[in-house]
C-alpha cells in the first residue's frame, strides 16, 4: 500500500532538475506512529517536510521523505543522526528522487515519446497537459501552452477540442494547421473525459501527423513478407508451380525466374525467400537500372582507394550485404559481360573479392535471377556468357501471362480493390459484370501489373461503389480512354504557333495521364505541380471516359 503524504507539483509543470532538497529512504519495522513521529521530529528541529511516501510490505514500512533545505547548517549526516532516534528503524539512505519522481519522470518520458500529440483540458478549455509532438504540430512551446486556454493556442486547429467540448461527444477530423515553420496537416481525434462518478471534466485531443498517417497505410497494404499464400489463382498452371517452389523455397540453389513483364516475378523471389527459412535479408536488384561502371561496386563493393571518390574504409556489395539471405538478380539479360564473370565465380565457389582488393571474401547468398528475354538466343548470339546460362538455369520457374490464366482476374480484381479501397480511405467497392466482361476481352500484354495500374485508376476516379465498365480504361483503346473535347486537324500548314503548343501540350498531358494510375503520380511524372496539371485539365477540357477533370472536383460529362 502507498499513501502520498503530500500532493506533489503536476506532471507537466515539474521540472526534472533537482531541487537541493534533501531525499532519505527509511526502513522500518511496521508500527503504529510511525509518519507521526517523523513529521514530529522534523517540527522540533524546525524543518519543513515537502513529501513523504509510505510503502508496507511483509511487516516493514518504506518511508521516502523530502526534506526543504533551509539555509541552516543542516546536511545530511545531521539528519541520519535525528532519524537513528526514531524506534525500530533498520536503515537508512539517502535517495536522488523519491519514488513518485521516477515515475513522473518514467511517465514524462513515455509520454514525450509517443508518435501521436497528446493534449487535454479541463472543462473549461484551460490546457493541463500537452506532450512535444502536440506542441510541434501546434507550433507552440512547452512552457507557454500549459494553463492557456484552448482558443488562444491556435483557434482554427483546436475548433475541434471546443466543439467535443461544448457538445460532450467525440469528434474527429482532418485538419491544417499554419505554423512559423510551414504548413502542418494532422488527423485529430478529440474524446470527453469524465471522472470515477460520470461527472465531465475535460478533454483530450490526439493527433497524428498525415505523413506518418500515410506511411502507416502503406506499411499496412504492403506486407512485410510475401508468401506463396498470398498468391492469387486458381488455374491448375499456377496451382502447379506454387507446389513445385515450395517444394525448391527451403534449397539453396539457383533459381532462375523467367516471364513476361508485369508477371510477378520479383514477388516470386520474394516467396521463395521467405519459405526457405533463410534469417538474412531479401536483396532486390535491378541490373537494367544501374549504369554499367556502377554496376560492380554495386554488386561487390570495394575497397579503399580503388577508384577515384571512393569512400575511405571502402563500401561492402550486395553480395555481402545479403549473407545468410538471398540476392534477387532482375533483367539479368542486361547485365554486361564483366559483372557476368563474377557472378559465375560466385556461383561456383561461393567467393568472391571487392573491386580494388585481394581478400577473398565467403559468400551465403541465394542467388534468385529473373528476365523477361529469351537468354538462349541471347547466347547464340554471343550477347549472354553460355558458362552462366547453364549455372543459373538449375532450377526454371516460368510464370505464364495473364491472358493465360483469365479465371484468375476476379480474384486479382477484389483483392486489388481491397487494397486500394484501403490506401484512398474509399468505402468497399465492386465491379460490374460488363466491367468485368471488359477486362476478359483485354490482351494484357502488361499482365498482372497492367491490371493492378488499370483497377487502382477505376476505384481512384470512380464516385460509385459498383465500378463500371465506362470507368476501365484500357491502353488497348487511347482514343475512348482520355480524348480532347473536341479533335485536332493534324495538319500544321496555316495554323498559328500557339494552337499548336497547345495542342502538342494537351497530348502530352493524355499521354501522362493514360500511364499513371492517378493526377498526383501524373503531375509528378511530369514535374508539375497538382494544381498546376488540374488547371491545364480544365483548359483542354481532357476527358477519361465519362469523366470531366475540374480544379476542385471530378464530375461527368453532360450527355
Known sequence: MKAPI?????????????????????LFEDRIGIVFDIARLMTEQGLNIVSMEVEQKNGYAKISVEIEKTNRNFDKNALFS???????????????????EKRDKWFRTLFDGMSEGVLSVDSTGIINTANKVACRLLGMVHENIIGTHVKETSPKSNNILMECLEKRVSVSRRKSVVTSTGRVEFYGSAKPINDSQGNFVGAVLLMKDLREVKAMVDAVSTPLEFTFDDFIGQ??????????????????????ITGESGTGKELFAKALHFESGRTGPFIPINCAALPEPLIESELFGYVDGAFTGAKKKGKPG????????TIFLDEIGDMPPGPQAKILRVLQEGLMRRIGGFEEIPVNARVITATNKDLKEM??????????????NVLTIQIPPLRERFTDIPLLVDKFLQQFNLKLDKAAQTISPDALQKLYTHNWSGNVRELQNVIERAALLSDSSEISASAICLSSEPQKKCKRG??????????????????????????????????RKAAKKLNISHTALLKKIEKYQIQCGNKSYHRNKIEPLAQ
Open 82 to 100: 535525528l532519524f537513528s532516534t526514531l524506534p525500530k528503524l533498520e536503515s537508512q539512505s539517502e535517495l536522488r528522487r523519491l519514488p513518485q
Open 6 to 26: 503530500s500532493i506533489r507539483e503536476n506532471l507537466t509543470s515539474r521540472s526534472d532538475e533537482e531541487t537541493g532538497n534533501l531525499k532519505f529512504k527509511l
Open 486 to 519: 473536341c479533335s485536332a486537324p493534324a495538319e500544321i500548314e496555316g495554323r498559328p504557333l500557339k494552337d499548336l503548343i497547345a495542342n502538342y501540350e494537351s497530348a502530352i498531358l493524355i499521354e501522362a495521364l493514360n500511364s499513371t494510375s492517378s493526377i
Open 235 to 256: 488455374r491448375p498452371s499456377i496451382k502447379n508451380l506454387i507446389a513445385f517452389a515450395r517444394k525448391i523455397a527451403e534449397t539453396s540453389t539457383t533459381v532462375s
Open 379 to 392: 547466347v547464340d548470339r554471343g550477347e549472354f556468357r553460355e558458362d552462366l546460362f547453364y549455372r543459373i
Open 318 to 325: 550486395l553480395f555481402e550485404a545479403a549473407q545468410n539471405g
